[in-house]
Nanobody, 124 residues
Framework: QVQLIESGGGLVQAGGSLRLSCAASGRSFSTYGMGWFRQAPGKEREFVSTITGSGGDTYSADSVKGRFTISRDNAKSTVYLQMNSLKPEDTAVYYC?????????????????WGLGTQVTVSS
């Protein structure tokens, strides 16, 4: 069992930056592929970024490429999402997720554990 706790959300002006963190409980954090997803009001939960267990490979949605960076620190059992050049359309609840196996995935149905989410609001 893995518990995930997100932090770092908040209110920021367009063009600003935020760094989200997701702390995981349990052992063997490096054996989990990790992902960030987001959900805006009235919309489906969508993929943002994902990273392999070792941190050696990442993949991001086209809408955030060049602006968001996913990383992880396995010694701290934490995954991060650095968000730069934020836009109002980035406003959403951001969720951290873990999947068994070290590979990455953009498919939310492949993830086994989810955090409760952290709100990010970008004002224009």
């Amino acid at each position: 069992q893995v518990q995930l706790i997100e932090s770092g959300g908040g209110l920021v002006q367009a063009g600003g930056s935020l760094r989200l963190s997701c702390a995981a409980s349990g052992r063997s954090f490096s054996t989990y592929g990790m992902g960030w997803f987001r959900q805006a009001p009235g919309k489906e939960r969508e993929f943002v970024s994902t990273i392999t267990g070792s941190g050696g490979d990442t993949y991001s949605a086209d809408s955030v490429k060049g602006r968001f960076t996913i990383s992880r620190d396995n010694a701290k059992s934490t995954v991060y999402l650095q968000m730069n050049s934020l836009k109002p359309e980035d406003t959403a609840v951001y969720y951290c997720a873990a999947k068994l196996g070290r590979g990455w995935s953009s498919n939310r149905y492949e993830y086994d554990y989810w955090g409760l989410g952290t709100q990010v609001t970008v004002s224009s």
